[in-house]
Structure formats: C-alpha cells, structure tokens
C-alpha cells in the first residue's frame, strides 16, 4: 500500500512540472516576490545613524541608506560631535549599510551653477570612494530640492536619485500617518522611501525615540509581503526587472528560460526573483550549472537568478 501511494506522489509531483508554460513565468516585481518595497533613508549623516539607526535595523536583519554631506564628516570625534567620523562610515559600510551621496555641503543644487551643483557631487563622490573604495550609486539632494538638469545631472553613473519621500521623523508623522504609507504600498504595489534625521536631537526629532522602533517593528511583523532593501538595492531591481526579458522555450519535459537583459551590469547588479506558478508542485531549476534552490509560497515558486547570465532550466 504505502509503494502505491508514493508512486502516485510521484506522478503528481511530474505531471504538474512538465506543465508549465510561458503563462506561469514571471519576474517579480520585487525580490522574492515580495508585495512592495520600503527602503529606510536617514539624512546628513548624523551621529545617531550609527549608534542608533544601524543597530535598530541590524537587529531586524535589515540595512539602511545614509546621505552623507562630507564635508561634515571628519576624522576627529572632537571636531564635531553631532554627525558620524569617518571611521564610523567605515563601519557602517562593512556592515552592509548603503553610505551614499548627499552633496559635498548640502547646498541647494537649483540655486548654484551647474558647475558648482557638479562640483558639490563629484567632490562628495571622491570623499567617499577614497574611503570606501567605491563610489556611490545613488543620490539624495539637499532640501529635497531638484529640477530636471540637476537630476539629470546626479543620475549621471548611478542607478536612482531619491526624488519622492515620507517623513519618518517624530512630529511630522503619527503612528496613522506611517501605518497609512505602508499599507498604500501594499495596495499599490509601490516602492517607497523613508526620510528622517536625528532620533534624540535636531529639529525633526522624536518625542519619544520608540516611536521610531515601534514602526519599525509594525513593518518587520509584515515582512512576508514587504522587501525592506537599501535606495540602491530596489533602485537596480525595479530596472533590471522592468527590462529584462525572458524567453521560454521546451526541451523535453525541460522548460528552458533565457533571461535578456542589456544594463550596464557593474551598476546594475542585484539578482532578479522568477516567480512560477507551479500548481503547489515541486521543481527543480538550474542556470550555467548552478542549481537555483526555490522557495514555495501559495502554490509559487520563487527562483532568484542572474539577468545576465545563461540559460535556466526547469524540470
Ligand atoms: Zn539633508
């Protein structure tokens, strides 16, 4: 009897992978298919971000984007006592946190020359890649203040510029007004971006810092719909997905995607999800001799792959 029943298992699990089609392969949207995306945004590089901003999202297993104006940045602690040193970048970028681009001293980049806008990036970019051995792929502008030249202008080499942002901060936003960010990203299916500075000082802090963490914690218990990736991150993934293209053919009972995509992919590098409506059946996957390990979710299966790389057959 029990031969008869894992036979019959077996046919199942075969029949249903030999039953894909074009029509049940997909890239997600956003990795691992989640439902939205949120990246957490901290500005001018206070001290807080690094003694309290990274261990909060380490803590959950997240990491967050820092705009760093470096010339407030300094080696010495004693010389400003209010935003990080560089020693502290350091760490914070090995610690997987995004240490990005916010104007060498946040002027306003549509009330300078286009040279001087140049100038304010390109010499915050030197700063921070003579330090961290690269240079930033995204950008945030000082004041949120932008036209179409300077983002044209910051975009040059980079993967995204934060042009659109919610409050994260203290008085400007109620426990309702971030639950309400959250759960129009969940309908909407959209990709947004908080925004604070300082958790204890400065002039759009906290009354009370467990505000901060308790949003925190309202996100991180819907983690299973909801990607919480840096600016860069979501930036090269809502790029690449939307350009790359797939293309479905069978061997066999073999099911053979080849991904296409034509980006720069040095700047755009993040893995892309596929999502295969599997009929709650198992498959087994591979690209250039690599097998992909899926991971089920009602009745899909979640395949993380390289855009740019070979073939990818599903069995
Ligand atoms: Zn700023």
Same mark, same amino acid.
């Given at each position: 009897?029990?031969?008869?029943?894992?036979?019959?298992?077996?046919?199942?699990?075969?029949?249903? &992978?030999?039953?894909?089609?074009?029509?049940?392969?997909?890239?997600?949207?956003?990795?691992?298919?989640?439902?939205?995306?949120?990246?957490?945004?901290?500005?001018? =590089?206070?001290?807080?971000?690094?003694?309290?901003?990274?261990?909060?999202?380490?803590?959950?297993?997240?990491?967050?984007? @820092?705009?760093?104006?470096?010339?407030?940045?300094?080696?010495?602690?004693?010389?400003?006592?209010?935003? $990080?040193?560089?020693?502290?970048?350091?760490? $914070?970028?090995?610690?997987?946190?995004?240490?990005?681009?916010?104007?060498?001293?946040?002027? *306003?980049?549509?009330?300078?020359?286009?040279?001087?806008?140049?100038?304010?990036?390109?010499?915050?970019?030197?700063?921070?890649?003579?330090?961290?051995?690269?240079?930033?792929?995204?950008?945030? @502008?000082?004041?949120?203040?932008? *036209?179409?030249?300077?983002?044209?202008?910051?975009?040059?080499?980079?993967?995204?510029?934060?042009?659109?942002?919610?409050?994260?901060?203290?008085?400007?936003?109620?426990?309702?007004?971030?639950?309400?960010?959250?759960?129009?990203?969940?309908? &909407? =299916? &959209?990709?947004?971006?908080?925004?604070?500075?300082?958790?204890?000082?400065?002039?759009?802090?906290?009354?009370?810092?467990?505000?901060?963490?308790?949003?925190?914690?309202?996100?991180?218990?819907?983690?299973?719909?909801?990607?919480?990736?840096?600016?860069? /991150?979501?930036?090269?993934?809502?790029?690449?997905?939307? /350009?790359?293209?797939?293309?479905?053919?069978?061997?066999?009972?073999?099911?053979?995607?080849?991904?296409?995509?034509?980006?720069?992919? &040095?700047?755009?590098? $993040?893995?892309?999800? $596929?999502?295969?409506?599997?009929?709650?059946?198992?498959?087994?996957?591979?690209?250039?001799?690599?097998?992909?390990?899926?991971?089920?979710?009602?009745?899909?299966?979640?395949?993380?792959?390289?855009?740019?790389?070979?073939?990818?057959?599903?069995?």
């Amino acid at each position: 009897m029990k031969r008869i029943i894992v036979a019959a298992v077996t046919a199942t699990a075969l029949s249903c &992978s030999t039953d894909i089609t074009k029509e049940d392969i997909r890239i997600s949207d956003y990795k691992d298919g989640k439902e939205c995306a949120v990246s957490f945004t901290f500005d001018d =590089g206070m001290k807080e971000h690094c003694t309290i901003v990274a261990p909060e999202l380490e803590k959950r297993g997240w990491r967050g984007t @820092f705009w760093l104006c470096c010339a407030w940045i300094h080696d010495d602690p004693q010389i400003d006592t209010t935003h $990080m040193t560089w020693q502290e970048v350091v760490e $914070m970028d090995r610690k997987g946190h995004e240490m990005s681009n916010h104007a060498w001293s946040h002027a *306003n980049l549509t009330q300078v020359t286009m040279e001087e806008a140049r100038a304010e990036i390109e010499k915050n970019d030197e700063a921070i890649a003579a330090h961290l051995g690269k240079k930033p792929v995204t950008f945030c @502008f000082p004041y949120n203040a932008y *036209n179409p030249e300077t983002v044209e202008l910051a975009m040059e080499g980079r993967v995204g510029a934060r042009l659109k942002e919610f409050w994260l901060g203290g008085q400007n936003s109620p426990k309702e007004y971030l639950e309400k960010q959250i759960q129009d990203a969940l309908d &909407s =299916g &959209s990709w947004i971006a908080g925004m604070t500075h300082g958790i204890n000082y400065g002039y759009d802090c906290y009354e009370d810092p467990a505000e901060f963490t308790d949003f925190l914690d309202y996100v991180k218990a819907m983690e299973d719909r909801i990607w919480v990736g840096t600016f860069g /991150e979501v930036a090269a993934y809502v790029k690449e997905a939307a /350009e790359c293209k797939l293309t479905v053919s069978y061997e066999g009972n073999k099911v053979i995607v080849s991904p296409g995509l034509d980006l720069d992919s &040095s700047l755009y590098d $993040m893995p892309l999800t $596929m999502e295969i409506n599997a009929d709650g059946g198992k498959i087994k996957a591979s690209q250039d001799g690599k097998e992909l390990k899926p991971e089920y979710r009602d009745g899909k299966a979640y395949l993380q792959f390289d855009p740019y790389g070979g073939n990818i057959t599903i069995r």
